[in-house]
């Protein structure tokens, strides 16, 4: 048995090593990324329409949104859109998860035609890198006309605006005032004579409990 082929990119300290026991192979056998990279989270993201004049309300059958090579290089697409967007290239993604229905005109996972649509993106001229990859057949997707859902994670070298422990969420921040929070003053008994001392808010998010200070704990 061979040994395994290890892919290293990045600067000493910042890695992305990238195994592939088979040269030859769609995908990886896995991935080690080194504590100096930083990691974006993608989504699970869906094709648009064939036109994109059409609005989704006005689909109405599969061909509106393509076979599975169609939907899979949509969603490739919209990734690859999105990581640029953030500074990340498609070289960037280590791990995808696909989740792929039956195409009706089949009842089948069309799961060469998905490998199709990939290959557009990965191990070509423009992008030599491939990902460590997951496909799951799933009895159906948010909408009826959709043929695949796409997850991604890329990393890359950090960049001096994220630090070291800092987590960045592309989207509206989650406490707002219409969530169904309680927030409770602590018992003023205990506060301390400190000067500019505050007492700690707690908010109940279920059974956890969020102190101001960084504590949590059982309510």
Same mark, same amino acid.
């Given at each position: 048995m061979?040994?395994a082929l290890?892919l290293?990119?990045g ?5 992305v090593?990238r ?8 995908i990886l056998?896995?991935?080690r990324?080194s504590d100096d990279?930083?990691?974006?989270y ?7 329409p064939?036109?994109?004049k059409?609005p989704?309300a006005?689909?109405k059958? %599969?061909?509106?949104?393509?076979d ?5 290089v ?5 990734i ?6 953030q500074g990340y290239?498609m070289?960037?993604l280590?791990k ?6 039956a195409?009706p ?8 035609? %998905? ?11 423009e992008?030599?890198?491939t990902v460590?990859?997951?496909t799951?057949?799933?009895?159906a997707l948010v909408?009826p006309?959709?043929l695949?859902e796409i997850e ?7 960049s ?8 960045q969420r592309?989207k ?7 969530n169904?929070q309680e927030?409770?003053q602590s018992?003023?008994?205990k506060a301390?004579?400190?000067p ?5 808010v ?11 200070n960084?504590d949590?704990r059982r309510g």
């Amino acid at each position: 048995m061979s040994a395994a082929l290890v892919l290293a990119a990045g600067s000493a300290g910042a890695e992305v090593n990238r195994i592939k026991g088979n040269p030859n192979a769609l995908i990886l056998d896995g991935v080690r990324v080194s504590d100096d990279m930083e990691t974006f989270y993608l989504s699970g993201q869906l094709a648009s329409p064939v036109d994109p004049k059409k609005p989704m309300a006005e689909v109405k059958s %599969v061909e509106d949104m393509g076979d599975s090579k169609a939907q899979t290089v949509s969603v490739l697409t919209k990734i690859k859109g999105l990581l640029e967007a953030q500074g990340y290239k498609m070289s960037d993604l280590i791990k995808l998860t696909l989740f792929v229905a039956a195409d009706p005109k089949t009842g089948k996972m069309d799961f060469a035609g %998905v490998n199709d649509g990939f290959k557009q993106f990965f191990g070509t001229a423009e992008n030599p890198n491939t990902v460590a990859r997951s496909t799951f057949q799933v009895a159906a997707l948010v909408g009826p006309y959709y043929l695949i859902e796409i997850e991604a994670i890329a990393a890359k070298k950090k960049s001096g605006a994220i630090g070291a422990a800092m987590i960045q969420r592309f989207k509206m921040p989650l406490d707002t005032p219409d969530n169904n929070q309680e927030a409770e003053q602590s018992d003023p008994s205990k506060a301390s004579t400190s000067p500019g001392y505050r007492p700690p808010v707690r908010q109940k998010r279920g059974s956890l409990v969020y102190y101001a200070n960084g504590d949590s704990r059982r309510g």
